[in-house]
């Protein structure tokens, strides 16, 4: 038997082809990131203390808010100390937490995305048995379920990953541990895992982008059938906050891994705007187009 050297720790080579940028990009990242994290923050805030958002839609909302918190948080820190010029060791255990976060939250946000359409085609399509179907034990399995599928694909991609030998070397041509900047590193090659992730996060894509379809068709037709102008541009604002988040979600997700041998320079900006700036669109996007986050009085003072 051959000896190998386990590897402890790996080195993140951090983002590509940005030579005498660092300190460019590392300002830009940060504001960004401050900024994900005060306007989620704010969000909740207006949700859990102003009763009027204590709906369905808003609790939904403020799972989206911890997602993208918690999203932004798990490669933008370890980014932005490895621009400042800190160290750019990570541990094995920091590894394994990045792979499992990063498609945990991911999974989690994009079964919650699902979630929130079919709130929207309740609202829109059943408004006078809207809280009789949408009650607050329907909405607690509702996003205790996200949670825990989220948590299970996590755990399957991370454990695939890393059931691999590991023996060096160990610098990871990237800016996060991911799993197809890893398994190159393996000693023992195994095609299995790249398809099964592909599969895996294939499926997911396949799953929640057409039940959001089906249900937006559904509004879409609805509200073509509505006799008041009034009411149909009232139920089109309601839609358009999330169709926004839905549309930047997904976009960057299918376009990075049902096409994994894309070329490095795209791969990279669509995975930096995917956790630099996706997260942030959140706060952005629903404080500037609802009338009741607007309504919340800080929100007035801040204007």
């Known amino acids: 038997v051959e000896n190998h050297t386990v590897v402890s720790q790996f080195i993140l080579l951090g983002i590509p082809h940005i030579k005498h940028q660092q300190t460019i990009l590392f300002i830009v990242f940060f504001t ?43 490669n ?31 999974c989690t946000e994009c079964l919650l995305c699902t979630v929130m359409a079919y709130d929207r085609y309740v609202a829109i399509c059943h408004p006078l048995r809207y809280l009789v ?14 949670w825990l599928t989220g948590s299970l694909h996590g755990t399957i991609l991370t454990s695939l990953t890393f059931t691999l030998p590991y023996c ?6 990237y800016f996060f541990c991911d799993i197809f900047p890893l398994v190159k590193l393996a000693c023992a090659k195994s095609p299995i895992i790249e398809r099964v992730s592909f599969i895996n996060i294939g499926v997911l894509g396949v799953t929640c982008f057409p039940l959001i379809l089906a249900s937006y068709v559904r509004i879409v037709y609805s509200i073509l059938q509505m006799k008041s102008g009034e009411g149909r541009r009232k139920a089109a604002s309601t839609c358009a906050s999330h169709v926004t988040v839905v549309t930047f979600l997904f976009g960057p997700t299918i376009l990075i891994y049902t096409q994994p ?5 795209l791969v990279t900006a669509v995975h ?7 997260p942030l669109l959140n706060p952005v996007v629903y404080t500037l187009r609802n009338k009741e986050v607007n309504a919340w009085p800080v929100l007035d003072i801040l204007d």
Not at 84 to 102: D, E, P, T
Not at 168 to 173: A, C, I, S
Not at 261 to 265: F, G, L, Y
């Open 261 to 265: 041998k894309q070329s490095e320079v």
């Open 168 to 173: 060096g070397p160990n610098k990871v041509d």
């Open 32 to 74: 960004f990131y401050v900024c994900t994290l005060l306007g989620n923050l704010l969000i909740l805030t207006a949700v859990v203390s102003d009763s009027r958002l204590h709906t369905p839609m808003y609790f939904f909302l403020c799972n989206l808010s911890i997602l993208d918190i918690g999203f932004s948080s798990v």
């Open 133 to 146: 179907i949408m009650n607050w034990k329907v909405c607690a399995i509702l996003a205790t379920s996200t």
């Open 76 to 106: 933008t820190p370890k980014m932005l100390a490895n621009l400042w010029g800190q160290s750019k060791f990570i541990s094995w255990g920091g590894c394994v937490s990045q792979v499992f976060f990063y498609h945990f939250l991911a």
């Open 272 to 278: 930096i705007f995917n956790n630099v700036v996706t």
